[in-house]
């Protein structure tokens, strides 16, 4: 992939279909100009969250410039502070959850991303939605 | 500790929640998303499969195994508090604990777990079984491994009436009052395995 400035967005969902969905959705915002991955479903396949997984969708979409989660429910968010907190230390401060709806916030993240905005701003764009 | 009674202490925490599963995810069909009994089975399905190399290990490193392999497996916000109660527990443990040093542990631990679930006593969580029994781990006296059990069971009852505050029955508002937290199950179910076992030795 070579170097890559743009921020990253990783989706978290308990269900695989609605990060599948939501990822669609990013895409068809930003194409590739984002890196981006998505992971919903337990261990089994069935509705819930990997930690294991979550660790593997960051390193999917890291970027140097950060990585910013959108989380759906209580244990997404759980699973993916505990991934956070499993990465390693050098990493963990460019690493942010967005307090922000899953859906609509990956998709306004990921378009602020798109811009080449550093980490804080992509987070503030996802968590303005919970403000309106 | 040797390897053969925390051997003994794996097993028995495995077969209580594989036993009470159905009985788990029931009480969470009721004010949640009904996955906490297949949840916590599997993950103790695979504490239990690597209890032989977890049990050789001292006690501190251990119960971080138990803990890493709640959190990769359980896949509800289950894996993160238990495991993080159990990773807690094996930072704060000496290798041969006493009795004093457990409570302490205990008591630190379940700081650990409030950070991670942003929760507190009153909620309607695992927490408000693990307080009192931790309390009175800490104050000590005769027959704790009798005693400890019933106030968990007593604790996990007193959950009923509670209003849920944090997690999935938290949207449920008023309708989680008259269920028992599933998650103060299973910590109840936890001691009182626990302690069967220190009762046997």
Not at chain 1, 63 to 68: H, K, L
Not at chain 2, 45 to 59: C, G, N, Q, R, Y
């Amino acid at each position: 992939m070579g170097e890559q400035k743009n921020v990253g967005i990783v989706i978290v969902s308990h269900s695989a279909k609605v990060a599948e969905g939501a990822a669609d959705m990013v895409r068809q915002m930003v194409g590739d100009s984002v890196p981006l991955a998505a992971v919903g479903g337990n261990a089994d396949g069935g509705l819930g969250t990997d930690v294991g997984a979550i660790m593997g969708a960051i390193d999917k979409a890291w970027s140097e410039s950060g990585v910013a989660i959108l989380v759906d429910l209580g244990g997404a968010e759980t699973n993916s502070e505990m991934a956070v907190e499993m990465m390693p230390e050098e990493r963990r401060e460019r690493i942010v959850i967005c307090n922000a709806p899953l859906v609509e916030g990956a998709v306004m993240a990921a378009t602020e991303a798109s811009g080449g905005s550093p980490l804080d701003a992509v987070r503030a764009t996802a968590e303005e939605l919970m403000a309106n | 500790m040797d390897q053969a009674f925390k051997r003994r202490l794996i097993v028995a925490m495995a077969d209580a929640i594989i036993a009470h599963a159905e009985e788990l995810t029931e009480l969470d069909s009721a004010i949640g998303d009904g996955d906490h009994g297949l949840n916590m089975k599997r993950g103790f399905e695979a504490v239990l499969a690597d209890a032989d190399t977890i049990s050789v290990k001292p006690l501190p490193d251990a119960l971080k195994a138990v803990g890493m392999a709640l959190v990769m497996k359980v896949g509800g916000a289950s894996g993160p508090l238990y495991g993080t109660l159990a990773m807690g527990l094996g930072k704060a443990l000496p290798v041969e604990p006493t009795a004093a040093n457990a409570a302490a542990a205990l008591g630190r631990a379940i700081e650990d777990v409030k950070a991670r679930g942003k929760s507190e006593a009153g909620q309607k969580t695992m927490l408000d079984v693990l307080i009192p029994v931790q309390v009175a781990f800490a104050a000590g006296g005769d027959d704790l491994a009798t005693r400890l059990p019933a106030i968990a069971a007593e604790a996990a009852d007193a959950t009923v009436p509670m209003k849920a505050i944090r997690g999935r029955a938290s949207f449920l508002g008023e309708r989680s009052i008259g269920h028992m937290d599933p998650g103060a199950r299973s910590s109840s179910l936890l001691v009182q395995a626990i302690c069967s076992v220190f009762n046997e030795a």
